[in-house]
């Protein structure tokens, strides 16, 4: 524990570099501040890491504890590209997988079905159609069930032709996954990825000795069981069917070594001599491979998007996805290579009843929306009980300036300020 309070402040080659990021360090501090979120680590750099900071707390709850570097994150969606994405590239690069091989070739429980006549290239860049995710209810059993049952659910857009954020997709490119290799995903990570890039904290699930660094999530049975620390969060990844290791959550691990899979990425698969993934398998997860009917450009587990707003992704890591993290890190396309200008690894992380109510005042900032089902819910997350996803609605802090706004001023407001801390972000970074 001493070791983390001494690792719990800004890590930088200099003071200049720390003080380049003021700005956004400043920006955190107000988010944690208006109990938007408990606490922030952000780790940047290009080819290796150069500012890594830990603002606020990992948990306020049932005691408070200081944010470190050292803090070990449910990683959620950051499963996708680092491992269900990762993986798939790179056998289908070896020569193990093609991506545009139809599900059923390997699940047999998908044959005869819509689903099972998918490509696996659809469902690795959510343009398959499929719903973005099914009832809890199918997961009570084991795997060859669940996969049925999926299999089952109607398509909600004809294959191709409109993007839908899906876990649905990688929970049955998991199942190839262990069929074409008769591995669990878990060990297939800990093989091709975890172990060659040294990661000792990046894994499914945690070990016992390291509880005591994991940042708990929420508290099951309505707030009033025990904590989740640990466990993933995701109930679906959590379930019988899953037992932890999933293919679209489960994965855990710290800013530093999510940000080392990164650089990783931008010397094109290589961990200085080692070679990790094939370089095309690296072009697969940072260029197009969305079809032309869709209006996204969508790598194997990232978005090719979001590098035309700067640094949106950022911002959207914390305040504006649906998930604990954004699982898509920006890269930013030129002619003839991929790169970043940076590593952006910052992890925020709520927990449900820290974004409902604030932590000082006890009152509560969350917005209620209809899901796709009609019922309303809070504005992050799904419904743990009926297995209700929430459709795309970006919660917005409190804006103390304009209570008086309507819902797109509000929204403009909060976009403007932004942009603007965006700038400075990307003028900072550029200097080194």
């Known amino acids: ?109 998908t044959r005869g079905t819509d689903a099972g006549s998918l490509p696996l290239r659809m469902l690795l860049t959510h343009t398959a159609g499929l719903p973005a995710m099914n009832p809890l209810a199918d997961y009570s059993g084991g795997k060859p069930k669940l996969f049925a049952a999926i299999a089952r659910e109607p398509l909600e857009a004809e294959p191709g032709h409109r993007f839908t954020y899906s876990d649905v997709g990688y929970i049955l490119v998991q199942g190839v996954l262990e069929r074409v290799t008769r591995k669990r995903l878990d060990r297939l990570a800990r093989e091709k990825i975890f172990d060659p890039l040294h990661f000792r904290d990046t894994r499914y699930g945690t070990r016992a000795a390291d509880l005591i660094r994991v940042a708990p999530t929420t508290r099951l049975r309505d707030d009033r069981g025990p904590w989740l620390r640990g466990r993933v969060h995701d109930p679906r990844a959590r379930s019988r069917a899953l037992g932890g290791i999933a293919g679209h959550a489960g994965v855990f691990g710290t800013a530093e070594e999510a940000a080392r899979f990164c650089a990783m990425l931008l010397q094109g698969g290589l961990a200085g001599p080692r070679r ?43 305040l504006e996805h649906n998930q604990f993290v954004k699982d898509d890190f920006a890269f930013r396309e030129r002619p003839g290579l991929i790169k970043t200008d940076y590593v952006d690894a910052s992890q925020a992380f709520y927990r449900r009843q820290l974004l409902y109510q604030h932590p000082a005042t006890g009152q509560g900032q969350s917005r209620q929306h209809k899901c796709q089902r009609g019922q309303q819910h809070q504005a992050f997350g799904y419904h743990p009980d009926d297995g209700c996803y929430r459709t795309h609605h970006s919660f917005l802090p409190a804006i103390s300036a304009s209570d008086n706004l309507s819902p797109n001023e509000q929204r403009r407001h909060h976009q403007n300020h932004q942009t603007d801390i965006s700038q400075q972000f990307v003028s900072a970074v550029n200097k080194f």
């Open 1 to 109: 524990m001493a070791r983390e309070r001494a690792l719990s402040t800004s890590l930088s080659a200099s003071g200049d570099v720390a003080h380049s990021f003021e700005p956004l360090r400043a920006y955190i501090e107000s988010r944690i501040e208006e109990g938007l979120v408990p606490g922030v680590v952000v780790a940047v750099g290009r080819r290796s890491l150069f500012h890594q900071a830990a603002l606020g707390h990992r948990a306020l709850a049932p005691r408070t504890e200081p944010m470190s570097l050292r803090t070990i994150f449910d990683l959620a969606s950051l499963t996708k590209p680092m491992v269900t994405g990762a993986l798939a590239a790179e056998l289908a690069c070896a020569g193990i997988l093609d991506l545009d091989d139809p599900v059923e070739r390997h699940l047999e429980e």
């Open 276 to 318: 990790i993934l094939r370089a095309e398998a690296v072009r697969l997860m940072t260029t197009n491979q969305a079809g032309p009917q869709v209006t996204v450009r969508r790598g194997i587990g990232f978005d090719c998007e979001c590098c035309k707003y700067l640094l949106r992704a950022f911002f959207q890591l914390g």
